[in-house]
């Protein structure tokens, strides 16, 4: 569905040039959820606006749908949708069921299929109360729903989601990642959603591309890179009283009131040795194990490390 | 072709309504400004008469023929930046830097075609009609025999200024997809175009009138059909027998103005993160 090779776009002239995308390939599967990771300014935007022919590489190719974004654009558009966070893709000044109508004119889909999309879409993510609303008097969790409405309405084949849950509370949070969810299982439509919120990715991705600085640093499925790091657990702890606690071959990583988190390294001592060791040192309320949490596996293979060699190291 | 034509085009009416829908919101501003328009039209004409009467014509053109000119140059603008205002350096580059313009470029249409749809300036209308009347007045009373031929000369007139106004306020749209930054260099062009047209071209020195009919066609797209609707005949490089040219010359440099904007295309570097 997508395959992108050797693509680099740098800004600016050739003297001072910022390589802002560096050489990435990758390819993506028709139906797959995948998620691109990485800190602020890693590429990531770069990336989508390249794949969607906003922007024209310096080199390199890719496809989408079997076109090449920046020479077919329009063409590619009419199959793919694109939602920027921090952006609107609705008219401003006109209300929301305006710009639907605008959406199925300009890609021009059947009307019936529009009518009946129309009205699974404000049932699903909830938009009756402010259909008839102008879009800047909406609320941020209300003008991304509607967005995703308008985004998914020409029913593309890929969606391309730049930090949509940015800003969000939780609540809104949630109805875009089930909404999301949905679409890519009921529908098989691909979806690229770039993020640094890891609770984005936990609950939505199966696989996740992580760039930063321009590059891609690791590329596996989600549990993969989760198990990068397999030897690290944490143990979270909850003492009758409150007096300290010291277990060999694990480290106090937080201690709050009667609660210890502790981190330990099950290739030095077995898990089931180390709640032995901690039961023998106190009195326990309740214990439990956690596998590394994917946040810290991520700002881990920021820093350069890499863990277990597996399938999901790159280079 | 048929099909992507269609695509570019097709929504562009159904932008333009949803952006006077946008309009009709705050309609007694808009009336004001549409007005104000055509207000700064009619005293720039009665400046013209003023002075046209003071100096009895200019390079042996009555009040009334050299109102023409201005009548149709102004007709010609208020039409191409009615279409074009958006193109502006100081709009578009707004419109780069605020990220619209990379979310224009997911649709799949022209993005020309629909940053001016949805900016429509329903002010230049009042520019468009004064100028429309004051022609149709200057006609009538310059004495020129009003035939469906003059009209026709008048509208061909019309729409030349318009469409080289567009080219060259795209053509500074490319530039600003450039340097993303814009500059009002081209003003130079629309504006001082306008003002240069509503004059007979012959009171211009040699090198200025060459770049105003060959360069940028703004000046004889005006002035040679102004020539036959009068019966009269313009100094050598800009005469008459241009006219046939004039639609070649307009059409060249539209596409001219294509390419630059396709070339600003690819060059594009987007609003940044
Ligand atoms: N139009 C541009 N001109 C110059 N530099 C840019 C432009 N767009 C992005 N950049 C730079 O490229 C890098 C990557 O940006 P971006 O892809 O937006 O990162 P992300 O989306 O991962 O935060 C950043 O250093 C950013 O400042
Ligand atoms: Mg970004």
Redesign the interface.
């Known amino acids: 569905m997508i395959r992108v090779e050797h693509l680099t776009k740098s ?1 600016g002239k050739r003297s001072a040039a910022l390589e802002a995308v560096h050489d990435i390939s990758f390819a993506i599967e028709a139906g797959d959820f995948v998620g691109y990771a990485g800190p ?2 890693a590429g990531k ?2 990336t989508v ?1 390249m794949l ?5 590489p310096t080199s390199g190719t890719a496809t989408v749908c079997g076109l090449v974004p ?1 020479k077919d ?3 590619l ?2 199959r ?1 949708g ?1 939602v ?1 966070g ?4 609705l ?1 401003w ?2 209300p929301v069921s ?1 710009s639907f109508d ?1 959406v199925h ?4 889909t059947s009307p019936a299929d529009h009518r009946r999309d129309v009205t699974t879409l404000v049932d699903t993510l909830g938009l009756a109360p402010f259909l008839e609303r102008p879009v800047r008097a909406l609320s941020l969790g209300q003008r991304m729903r509607a967005e995703l409405a308008a985004a998914v309405l020409p029913r593309p084949e890929v969606l391309f989601l730049d930090e949509p849950t940015i800003g969000l509370d939780v609540e809104a949070k949630a109805a875009v990642r089930d909404f999301l969810a949905a679409r890519n299982r009921e529908e098989g439509t691909t979806i690229v959603l770039t993020t640094h919120d890891t609770d984005d990715i936990v609950r939505l991705c199966r696989r996740l591309l992580i760039i930063d600085h321009g590059r891609i640093i690791s590329d596996g499925t989600v549990d993969e890179v989760r198990g990068r790091f397999t030897d690290e657990r944490r143990l979270v702890v909850d003492l009758v009283r409150d007096q300290p606690l010291a277990v060999p071959g694990a480290t106090v990583e937080r201690s709050e009131g009667h609660r210890r988190w502790l981190t330990f390294s099950s290739r030095d001592v077995a898990a089931p040795e180390m709640v032995a060791r901690v039961l023998r040192a106190v009195e326990v309320r309740d214990l439990s194990l956690e596998p590394p949490d994917l946040e810290d596996v991520i700002r881990r293979i920021y820093r350069g490390e890499t863990g277990g060699t597996g399938p999901s190291e790159v280079r | 072709m048929v099909d ?1 034509i269609r ?2 085009i ?2 562009g009416p ?2 333009v309504r ?1 952006t006077l ?2 309009f009709s ?1 705050d309609w007694r501003l808009n009336l004001l400004r549409t007005g104000g328009a055509a207000l700064l039209v009619v005293t720039e004409a009665i400046g013209a008469i003023i002075l046209l009467h003071r100096f009895e014509g200019i390079g042996g053109w009555t009040t009334a023929e050299v109102l023409l000119l201005f009548g149709v140059a102004d007709a010609g603008l208020g039409l191409g930046m009615l279409v074009a205002d958006p193109l502006e350096p100081p709009t578009f580059s707004q419109l780069l830097r605020d ?2 313009f ?2 224009v ?6 993005p020309l075609v629909w940053v001016v749809a ?1 900016d429509i300036q329903i002010r230049y209308v009042g520019r468009f009609v004064a100028g429309a009347i004051i022609a149709l007045v200057a006609l009538v009373t310059s004495g020129a025999a009003v035939t469906p031929a003059a009209v026709a000369l008048l509208v061909l007139a019309t729409v030349s200024m318009a469409l080289t106004v567009v080219a060259i306020l795209t053509i500074g749209a490319a530039i600003t997809m450039y340097t993303i930054e814009g500059t009002e260099v081209l003003n130079a062009f629309t504006y001082g175009g306008a003002t240069m047209a509503g004059w007979p071209l012959q009171i211009y020195a040699g090198a200025l009138r060459a770049v105003f009919v060959w360069a940028v066609p703004v000046g004889v797209s005006v002035y040679v059909p102004v020539l036959w609707i009068l019966g009269r005949d313009g100094p050598g490089g800009a005469g008459r027998d241009l006219l046939a040219f004039v639609p070649v010359l307009v059409l060249t440099f539209c596409v001219v103005a294509a390419g630059a904007w396709r070339a600003g295309l ?5 609003a940044g ?1």
Do not use: C
């Open positions: 800004f602020n300014g935007s770069t606006k969607t022919g906003v922007l024209v920046w654009r329009r063409r558009n009419q793919t694109v920027f921090q952006r609107t893709q008219w000044d006109l305006d605008l004119r300009l890609y021009r | 992507a695509s570019s097709g929504i159904e932008l949803a829908r946008g919101a990220g619209r990379d979310q470029l997911t649709r799949p249409m022209s949805t690819s060059r594009y570097t987007g993160s």
